[in-house]
């Protein structure tokens, strides 16, 4: 045994001579970023070894300075003898900072109002077939002396007319006890179902006024946790945090890998349940003085592969061909079955799938987006760590997937991140000087550049002439922003290490933009065979809606004339903000609107692009600023005096 | 701390000063049979203290000569220094050893079959509503990229004809992996009901003809597990044991007080699923070579408070005035939700409560024996650890329950011992010599008396005027079996200790007459209220069942001599076996069985005996031999030359 002091922590830890340095950290629950899931791939993972041994190899990821530094990759590093590590901590503790979209409770209401507006001007009402109700029962006597549970089903029967009365096993443990606790005076917690009540809890007492659901967004980066109050339908309270999965892989294709080994699947079950979505809920419960067994419903949505993980199911085939997700609907669930920190009872529903890259996520965005009632074409984009895309209106329902990957959550870029503390998030750049100016998240020193940073990076450096238009840094430019290394890559430096208290500068090279421009290039395209798919093209759009994590600090001017997003009027674009969320919150809140949810997967055709004749043609075509086909980009071509 | 040595155990384990040994003892699962759990009553959990210090207070139950030898109780002794302790080999065995009714397989098919065509002949169906089916699916490909579930749903859909289809979390987990293992070739086993189709398994290929269930009969002593091909509905063993909860009380009300205690409840729930069925459940596959997993279904029955218990429901109120059960029915279940080491998603039925003392045990016996179809007046007396009683036809039933106590099974008798080996269960005494000829089960040395060997006993203590009609022990005989204590209280030397390699004489006083007299006493006036209640008498029997563990070895003959059964013909009598286990198995091979069963639970009327007016004179009437009233029993009238 050889022995590991995490320094930064203040933990020590004891491994195995050989151990991988990621495995120890992992295992010790020190978070180190690492969204390639150790291939070696990102370069995110770097620390630094202060004392002692490790068995590691070269690597592009580590410059010959930050060697001398002492500078490793925890996931191509063995410890050989007992080591002294420190973890940068900008990095360990970025998961902990991130930025939550719509965090201001107001801007949160108006959002959530706006979707229920939708729902109700289209009819679906705003009513479940949960109930309460407080009853005072007759005590037994030895002339009366049926069962406890008969006591109730009798009262059930005679008061509320149900002739099948069921109950679940808690609460018939809980039963006896507890209908005794003040006189046979109980409130009943129920659903209804055609001529069955299932009674879900049982509490002593008048408590009819606590009812409460939650609804929950697992986003592969991101959870969002909301608390309703299901008699008002009203949002009392809402918490984030990042999905402890991150840690095993930053996108679903690494999860999916990493779950197909050995108790990987096990892992990412309990990281989603265990170490993220129970102690939101905790959290949230403390803040409001709730308890967890007045949560009666819950609703999820998710992308098909965090749904999968969240239920603990196998998801290696969703992606091999042919792309097979194990399930569209989930199966009837309670809390008790996934160990969810609710009522046992509670009734958990999924958002339903509608293939294995679109999720019930894009099922629920879409419910929140209204698209099934528009008269309007709407296009549909959700930038989050995977990019769908869903066009259509009240008649028909079209989607897909693009396999941007994590570019817009800063995955590919090597000064990229996550819109955290210390992102920068908004760049302008002097047309004369070619200097940057910063809008950094948290108004401290910057710590890398997040998905909207680099769309106002290369829009900027596109105008200003820097790049060109296959993201090429031009040679002839006298300015101390811009270097090239030996191999002949140019990159622009943001910021460099003596400006702030930087260890490095940070900086983005052409390998980057390179990687960018494919991730963009693959939502336009997506979107653009879309349309082609049904014989149209981008002139039939009225509303553009942009969701996702991404688009908070999105410019959409930026995205268009980078390519990112297509050329049509500025005031056909609208940001509705984490539509997933907002439509789990209207499924928890109303039955049409879970019944919507069915229909809308039922009806969605979805197009797989990767075997759609000519999508790699137009992938190819997209990968450019704006596009290899100026004419698509009229407004651009103008502003870059093409 | 201090140190406990038992050595008869060879097992060594620490304890804090001042803890009850029984406590220690229990912890360390070393088993010293307690029937009154800890009361001081019973005298039962006499162990010897070989060195060490224990405080503990004089009792009746241990004689000057046994203090001597280092004979303490366990119950009241308390560890105050390191201690070694022998626990008398006989007593702790004797759990394991312990005799089961109907051991050899060819008299349970007698059994089995005879229930099986009484159920037949009145129109019972044998077949139930779960089905395997092989099918073949065709292979998912791009253009056929539904889920794997859908692809499920939709061969039943289009093959079988249901259109809602469901299925349970477990079922999911296993989908995806198992599809593919042999080219979607799977068998799925489900239960059908209406309109809808629950899957409940899927497994690899072809195993559609592994179809099984259990039937289960939870008794407060002893516990029978009964493994049935569900295909041929054939029974194809039978495993069983000791009720594991019997360390922490003999009969129920000793266990409703243990389950009060704190923890107490869920060491009861543990001891009955964990320590005694799930044993009882691997060592039937293992020797059978079947997997849990293809055990779908579960029959449970038991009186109401082992219902209770198995369920994990508090039981206090089962015995305190009104008397209120917890359930009559129980809720849907399967076996995850108890840990029932079974298929996770088989259901698990419990046989129907009638009240707090006649429980699915009894409405099971009743469905076995037919009475719900006899033309003839049935009486049907279980005497196991408790004595139920019910009368009826196809036309009404009446049932009740006395407070017979353990004495069957050899509680409240000093060296009374349950039907294991050891226990004198058959006694004739020579007229002549008074010496008397026992019958032991196992032909090994004599341990104690059962509950056979004592109705024998006082037979034929009676019959050759050992005792009065009271009980009492004659003065005037001379004869060395019998001597009187100090103070007067006579008893009859059934073993000498010199006769077998005993360590003390085997023997049965008046106190012990005196409790078994009070015993069947209660059963006798518990019969006779139930038909008085009527406006009847046992005159109008046709049939006299016995069931239950005591029955075995029971001298019909003797039993009426003594006044326990009413003195009627005697090929009236029948012995009907272990019929609660019986009626399990019928409902598990039988839809109608079970739906009969719900019927006989709704259908039979309770008599509350502890409030009947009348009840207590016929009692004190029926603590006598025969009876008070002899002419109630003309033939033993004649005998015994009243």
Avoid at 76 to 99: A, F, Q, T, Y
Avoid at 183 to 192: A, E, G, P, W
Avoid at 262 to 279: M, Q
């Amino acid at each position: 045994m050889v022995k590991v002091l995490f320094k930064s922590h203040e933990k020590e830890v004891y491994c195995k001579e050989g151990d991988l340095l990621l495995d120890v950290a992992r295992a010790a629950d020190i978070f180190i970023d690492a969204p390639c899931n150790g291939n070696v791939s990102c370069g995110k993972c770097k620390v630094k070894l202060l004392s002692g041994k490790v068995d590691t190899e070269k690597t592009r990821h580590i410059s010959q300075d930050e060697i001398k530094q002492g500078y490793i990759l925890a996931c191509n590093s063995r410890v050989v003898s007992d080591i002294e590590i420190e973890v940068p901590s900008k990095l360990s503790s970025s998961m902990h900072g991130m930025k939550i979209e719509g965090v201001g409770k107001e801007k949160d209401e108006a959002i959530f109002n706006r979707a229920k507006k939708i729902a109700d001007t289209n009819g679906l009402k705003f009513c479940t077939n949960i109930r309460k109700k407080y009853i005072e029962l007759s005590e037994p006597t030895l002339d009366d002396n049926i069962s406890d549970v008969d006591r109730i089903q009798r009262y059930v029967r005679n008061n509320l007319g149900y002739n099948e009365v069921d109950f679940r096993l808690d609460v018939l443990r809980k039963i006896p006890k507890l209908m005794r606790k003040n006189n046979f005076r109980v409130t009943l917690t129920y659903i209804q179902k055609k001529n069955k009540l299932t009674i879900i809890d049982i509490e002593s007492g008048d408590t009819g006024q606590s009812l409460y659901g939650v609804a929950i967004d697992i986003g592969t980066t991101s959870v969002v946790v909301c608390l309703v109050d299901l008699i008002n339908q009203k949002l009392i309270d809402k918490a984030s945090s990042g999905n402890a999965q991150i840690k095993y892989g930053a996108d679903v294709i690494n999860r999916i890998v990493f779950a197909s080994k050995k108790d990987g699947l096990e892992v990412l079950h309990r990281a989603i349940i265990h170490e993220t979505i129970n102690p939101l809920l905790q959290s949230i419960y403390e803040k409001n003085n709730i308890s967890k067994d007045n949560i009666i419903s819950v609703v999820v949505s998710a992308n098909t592969t965090m749904a999968s993980l969240f239920l603990g199911v196998y998801t290696d085939y969703l992606r091999r061909e042919p792309y097979i997700p194990p399930f569209m609907k989930s199966p009837k669930l309670v809390g008790e079955d996934i160990e969810l920190d609710v009522n046992p009872s509670a009734s958990v529903y999924l958002a339903p799938n509608v293939a294995s890259y679109v999720g019930g996520d894009i099922t629920a965005g879409v419910l929140s987006a209204g698209i099934w009632a528009s008269e309007e074409n709407v296009l549909f984009i959700d930038l989050g760590t995977n990019g769908e895309i869903v066009f259509g209106n009240k008649d028909f329902m079209m989607s897909c997937a693009c396999s941007a990957g994590p570019a817009f959550e800063g995955g590919g870029i090597r000064c990229g991140m996550r819109a955290s503390f210390g992102a920068i998030e908004k760049v302008t750049i002097n047309p004369e000087t070619l200097v940057p100016t910063l809008g950094i998240i948290g108004d401290c020193d910057p710590v890398g550049i997040c998905g909207s940073g680099i769309i106002d990076l290369i829009c900027q450096m596109i105008l200003n002439g820097i790049i060109d238009r296959r993201g090429k840094i031009q040679k002839d430019l006298d300015c101390n922003r811009i270097r090239f290394d030996e191999h002949g890559i140019g990159e622009y430096i943001l910021a460099f290490k003596d400006e702030y208290n930087l260890e490095n500068d940070i900086t983005v090279n052409e390998v980057d933009i390179d990687n960018f421009i494919r991730a963009k290039g693959a939502i336009y395209s997506g979107a653009s065979v879309l349309l082609q798919s049904l014989g149209m093209d981008f002139t039939v759009l009225d509303k553009v809606y942009i969701a996702g994590g991404i688009g908070n600090s999105l410019n959409i001017e930026n995205a268009i004339t980078i390519g990112l997003l297509p050329d049509v009027d500025r005031d056909k674009f609208q940001y509705i903000g984490n539509s997933s969320l907002v439509g789990s919150y209207l499924a928890l809140i109303s039955r049409s609107a879970k019944n919507k949810l069915e229909e809308i997967a039922n009806q969605m055709t979805y197009v797989e692009l990767s075997v759609y004749p000519g999508y790699m043609d137009e992938f190819v075509s997209a990968c450019f600023i704006p596009h290899t086909n100026i004419e698509d980009f009229p407004s651009i071509k103008a502003v870059l005096n093409i």
